[in-house]
C-alpha cells in the first residue's frame, strides 16, 4: 500500500528529509506544506515533493508520517492543532527540532490519544539554508537522535520510523529528552552563546582599533563562525533550553574564576595544564564523524598575490567537478603570499580537492 508522508516546514532540513525518504521508498508520496506557499510551490517544482497541501488539516488526516520541520516555538503550536484533527491511529508523527524537553511534554497531547508522536533530531546543516539547498545525502553518516515517550513501549513504531528514514544514511540513536537536551547544550548551545558573546566583545571595541575588523578575518573569524547563525533559531532554542544553559553558564563562569586566580597568582604550571588538557581532549575527538554542530571541512591554500590566481584554482576544481561552498582571501598576510580558504561540503570534496591541486600545482596546501 502506498504510504502517505506529510512533511510542514520545507526549508533545508525538512526538504533533505523528504528527498532522502522519496530515494529510499520511490513508491511513497510526498506532502508537503509551509506557511509560505511560494515556498511550497518551490518544492514542487524542484520535485522535492510530489505535490502541495493548502492547510496542515488537509495534509495531515490522511498522512501515515508527519513530519515536523519548522522552528520550536512553531512546531510546539502546530503539535495543538494536529492533536485536534482526525488522524489515522496509526500515523506516527515526528518533528527534527534541536530541543526535546518541551516537545516532548507537549507529545502528552497524542499519547493520551494513542498517537504515536517520536522526537528527532537530525544533527546534520549546512552552510546554505531554503529548499533550494536540500539534499539528498545532507544526513550521510550524521547522527539522527529519537526520543521515544518515557515509560512507554514502542519499540515497533521506533523500527517503522527508522525504516522510513533509512535514506538519510544517518547512525540512529536512541535517548531520553533530557539526556538530548544536556548533551546538546553542551556540545551546540552553549558554544553558539560563547561564539555570540565573543563577537560582540570585540565590537565594543571597534572604535577605538579600528584594525580590529581586518585581524579578525583570520583565526578570530573561524572560531566564532557559529556565530553567524539564524538568531530567530537560536533565540528559540536558547529559551527552550534554558534550564541546561543556566547550568552552564554557572559552571562556565566558576571555571573562568578558576583561570582568573591563575593569572592573578602567576601560576605558569596550572595555567600550563589547563591549555594542555584542552589540547589533548580536543586532539582526540573524532576528524571523520559528523558531530552536534556541522563540520566545516576547510582547505588553505598559500597562493600567490597575482591576477588570476583565484580563477586559476577555481578552474582546476571545476574540470574535476569537485562543489565548493565558499571561498575567501584571508587578509592578515603582508607578504607576497595570501592564504586562499576553500570550503566544501564534505570531507570527500576536500580531500579530493587536495589531491587536485597537488597535481596540478605547487602551492602549499593545510589544514587546520
Known sequence: MQQKIFVIGLGLIGGSVALAIKNEHPNTTIIGY????????????LKVIDDMAESIKQGAVDADFIILSIPIFETEKVMEELALLPLKQSVIITDTG???????????????????FIGGHPMAGSHKSGVVAAKRLLFENAFYMLTPPEHTNMTEQVNQLKHLLAGTKSKFIELTADEH????????????????????HAKKYQEIYPLLQRLAAGGFRDITRIASSNPHMWTDISLRNKDVL?????????????????????????????????????????????????????????VPDYPGVISEITGYLAEERISITNIRILET???????LRISFQTIQDREQAMVCLKNRTNYELFIQ
Not at 250 to 279: G, P, T, V
Not at 280 to 300: A, E, N, Q
Not at 333 to 339: A, F, H, K, M, N
Open 181 to 200: 537536551d544536556e548533551m546538546t547544550g553542551i556540545l551546540s548551545h552553549f558554544p553558539h552563546i560563547i561564539a555570540a558573546s565573543l563577537v560582540g
Open 34 to 45: 509551509d506557511r509560505d506557499a511560494e515556498i511550497a510551490n518551490q518544492a514542487k517544482i
Open 246 to 302: 543556566l547550568q552552564l553558564m554557572c559552571e562556565w563562569k566558576q571555571e573562568m574564576q578558576k583561570i582568573e586566580q591563575m593569572l592573578i597568582d602567576d601560576e605558569y604550571n596550572k595555567i600550563y595544564q589547563f591549555f594542555a588538557n584542552a589540547k589533548s581532549y580536543r586532539d582526540g575527538l573524532p576528524i571523520h564523524t559528523k558531530g552536534v554542530i556541522h563540520s566545516f571541512y576547510d582547505l588553505y591554500v598559500d
Open 98 to 116: 534541536s530541543t526535546k524537553k518541551s516537545i516532548m511534554k507537549k507529545a502528552a497531547l497524542f499519547i493520551e490519544k494513542g498517537i504515536t
Open 333 to 339: 598576510r603582508e607578504d607576497i603570499y595570501g592564504v
